[in-house]
């Protein structure tokens, strides 16, 4: 397996591509082609556990890893650090709603499942491309990224880890998990901004000349957790081939029948996953893409035009509150077959105007895969009640959206394949927004107290990641305006 970069030619094994993150041309390393789940390794798929499906699914992008390393990989990731044995659990919640729980990893949302395995992946990656440099994570994240990337880092050998947040676009719970980060190797630094500018301030960190002297007088290189890092890619495609697989072991599908997937979606990194799945030959019928107010990909899909130049609303499913989708570059590069000249003059309309229109044929083929739909904040809550009341799943506000966007794609359409939807957070992470739904009485102060009377009204435990941050020591009180990102990693790195 080969990879390239979405904005020029070039050739790289996977460990240079999960070494390095970002393409120095500012793209994002995509594979040349697609491994087949071919209808043997699918059987095979069908009869393993979680942790062997991972492998499977890991060698076959992985070409330059030996069975052994990534054995251990996966070995590390997924044994002991989950709630259950299994990592990704299907649950079925009517005839034919699946809800894929991604949250029962140690930040209690779904950025877990990558994030446990991508600190080994890249210490692999690196010990073959240059052994002994020392690897600095920038994260820049709506909320759930970061603490994920803290926990997987935290005190990972060769590793620094430096996550930036806004500070005022992520939940109590979120923040909280990040500031009582404990680990030497960790920096966690809140900014006047949100995750747009974040997001923004690392991408010039990582493609600033003097920044890059300075890390490597060090011994020092940097490298990215977020999405765009192909190694966080490879591990969400495993949970879709794993859901495929679940259905079909329990005969709720039959092999060559097609079902739908449905994702909340911010980044474009989880629901591009599931498209890569189909790329495999999960017989994955529609993607269904789901926004929240911040619905810039919504009416990408239903126009060809995406336009960041709208106004930007923090919702209660934050880690959505996006506007640049960058996965989404990903996606256009293979709409495109790979003319990475028009990629990279779309992605500079992007940055200068804000603003990039695709063709008709790019549009068609594109709505061919993808329904793009949005809830509001009201609808999200709505939608948290009657799942609850009616189907006796409690459900996230970010999980809502998805599920809101479902039903609206069921009603519109008709099209009432199976479903699965992820699940891509603990409704506890996201407590007080997720209790006003169910309970009509005066919401409680703080995040805690909410969680508690939500697990009295569920029937559901609080997660223990969740319940011991109550006594959790605050670690980190650092924040800077977005202009000073750079300078607050001088600092750290001093
Ligand atoms: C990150 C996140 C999302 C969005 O996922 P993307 O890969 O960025 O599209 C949705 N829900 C939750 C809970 C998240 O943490």
Same mark, same amino acid.
């Given at each position: 397996?080969?990879?390239?970069?979405?904005?020029?030619?070039?050739?790289?094994?996977?460990?240079?591509?999960?070494?390095?993150?970002?393409?120095?041309?500012?793209?994002?390393?995509?594979?040349?082609?697609?491994?087949?789940?071919?209808?043997?390794?699918?059987?095979?798929?069908?009869?393993?556990?979680?942790?062997?499906?991972?492998?499977?699914?890991?060698?076959?992008?992985?070409?330059?890893?030996?069975?052994?390393?990534?054995?251990?990989?996966?070995?590390? *990731?997924?044994?002991?650090? &989950?709630?259950?044995?299994? =990592?990704?659990?299907?649950?079925? +919640? #009517?005839?034919?709603?699946? /809800? $894929?729980?991604?949250?029962?990893?140690?930040?209690?949302?779904?950025?877990?499942?990558?994030?446990?395995?991508?600190?080994?992946?890249?210490?692999?990656?690196?010990?073959?491309?240059?052994?002994?440099?020392?690897?600095?994570?920038?994260?820049?994240?709506?909320?759930?990224?970061?603490?994920?990337?803290?926990?997987?880092?935290?005190?990972?050998?060769?590793?620094?880890?430096v996550v930036f947040f806004p500070r005022d676009g992520v939940s109590d719970m979120q923040?909280?998990?990040?500031?009582?980060?404990?680990?030497?190797?960790?920096?966690?630094?809140?900014?006047?901004?949100?995750?747009?500018?974040?997001?923004?301030?690392?991408?010039?960190?990582?493609?600033?000349?003097?920044?890059?002297?300075?890390?490597?007088?060090?011994?020092?290189?940097?490298?990215? *957790?977020?999405?765009?890092? &192909?190694?966080?890619?490879? =591990?969400?495609?495993?949970?879709? +081939? #794993?859901?495929?697989?679940? /259905? $079909?072991?329990?005969?709720?599908?039959?092999?060559?029948?097609?079902?739908?997937?449905?994702?909340?979606?911010?980044?474009?990194?989880?629901?591009?996953?599931?498209?890569?799945?189909?790329?495999?030959?999960?017989?994955?019928?529609?993607?269904?893409?789901?926004?929240?107010?911040?619905?810039?990909?919504?009416?990408?899909?239903?126009?060809?035009?995406?336009?960041?130049?709208?106004?930007?609303?923090?919702?209660?499913?934050?880690?959505?509150?996006?506007?640049?989708?960058?996965?989404?570059?990903?996606?256009?590069?293979?709409?495109?077959?790979?003319?990475?000249?028009?990629?990279?003059?779309?992605?500079?309309?992007?940055?200068?105007?804000?603003?990039?229109?695709?063709?008709?044929?790019?549009?068609?083929?594109?709505?061919?895969?993808?329904?793009?739909?949005?809830?509001t904040d009201e609808e999200a809550k709505k939608a948290i009640g009657r799942t609850f009341?009616?189907?006796?799943?409690?459900?996230?506000?970010?999980?809502?959206?998805?599920?809101?966007?479902?039903?609206?794609?069921?009603?519109?359409?008709?099209?009432?394949?199976?479903?699965?939807?992820?699940?891509?957070?603990?409704?506890?992470?996201?407590?007080?927004?997720?209790?006003?739904?169910?309970?009509?009485?005066?919401?409680?102060?703080?995040?805690?107290?909410?969680?508690?009377?939500?697990?009295?009204?569920?029937?559901?435990?609080?997660?223990?990641?969740?319940?011991?941050?109550?006594?959790?020591?605050?670690?980190?009180?650092?924040?800077?305006?977005?202009?000073?990102?750079?300078?607050?990693?001088?600092?750290?790195?001093?």
């Open positions: 397996m080969r990879y390239t970069s979405t904005r020029s030619a070039q050739v790289l094994t996977s460990a240079e591509a999960i070494s390095r993150g970002i393409a120095a041309d500012g793209g994002l390393f995509v594979p040349e082609n697609f491994p087949a789940v071919s209808p043997v390794l699918a059987e095979e798929l069908v009869s393993l556990p979680y942790a062997g499906r991972a492998e499977k699914i890991l060698e076959k992008y992985l070409t330059d890893f030996s069975a052994e390393e990534i054995r251990s990989c996966v070995k590390n *990731a997924y044994t002991g650090t &989950f709630e259950n044995e299994e =990592p990704a659990p299907l649950r079925k +919640v #009517s005839d034919k709603m699946y /809800l $894929l729980e991604l949250w029962h990893g140690p930040t209690c949302a779904f950025k877990d499942l990558a994030l446990q395995i991508l600190p080994h992946l890249l210490t692999a990656s690196v010990s073959k491309t240059s052994p002994g440099k020392t690897i600095v994570i920038l994260v820049a994240t709506s909320g759930d990224t970061g603490k994920a990337a803290l926990e997987g880092f935290a005190d990972v050998k060769d590793t620094r880890i923040k909280l998990q990040m500031v009582t980060q404990t680990g030497k190797n960790v920096a966690v630094c809140g900014i006047e901004g949100n995750f747009d500018d974040a997001q923004t301030g690392v991408k010039a960190i990582f493609a600033d000349r003097a920044m890059r002297k300075f890390l490597a007088e060090k011994n020092m290189d940097f490298s990215s *957790a977020n999405s765009i890092n &192909f190694g966080r890619l490879v =591990p969400q495609i495993v949970y879709y +081939v #794993s859901a495929w697989c679940d /259905l $079909l072991k329990r005969g709720e599908l039959r092999k060559g029948e097609t079902f739908n997937v449905c994702v909340p979606t911010g980044n474009f990194g989880n629901i591009l996953a599931a498209w890569y799945a189909r790329r495999m030959g999960v017989p994955v019928g529609k993607f269904l893409c789901a926004s929240n107010a911040n619905k810039v990909l919504t009416d990408f899909i239903r126009t060809g035009v995406y336009d960041k130049n709208r106004e930007f609303y923090t919702t209660t499913s934050p880690s959505m509150d996006i506007l640049v989708s960058s996965n989404l570059e990903r996606l256009l590069y293979h709409l495109h077959d790979g003319d990475f000249n028009m990629i990279a003059s779309l992605m500079d309309q992007l940055k200068k105007e804000g603003k990039f229109v695709v063709s008709p044929r790019v549009l068609a083929a594109l709505q061919q895969d993808f329904y793009g739909g949005f809830a009341r009616e189907k006796k799943y409690l459900c996230d506000t970010h999980t809502a959206v998805a599920v809101d966007v479902y039903e609206k794609y069921v009603r519109e359409t008709g099209d009432d394949r199976p479903c699965v939807i992820a699940s891509t957070a603990s409704p506890f992470k996201f407590a007080p927004a997720v209790l006003s739904a169910i309970d009509d009485c005066p919401l409680p102060e703080d995040g805690f107290a909410a969680a508690e009377r939500l697990s009295s009204l569920s029937g559901m435990k609080i997660p223990s990641p969740l319940e011991t941050l109550r006594t959790k020591k605050v670690l980190h009180k650092d924040s800077v305006r977005k202009e000073e990102m750079a300078d607050f990693i001088r600092r750290t790195l001093a």
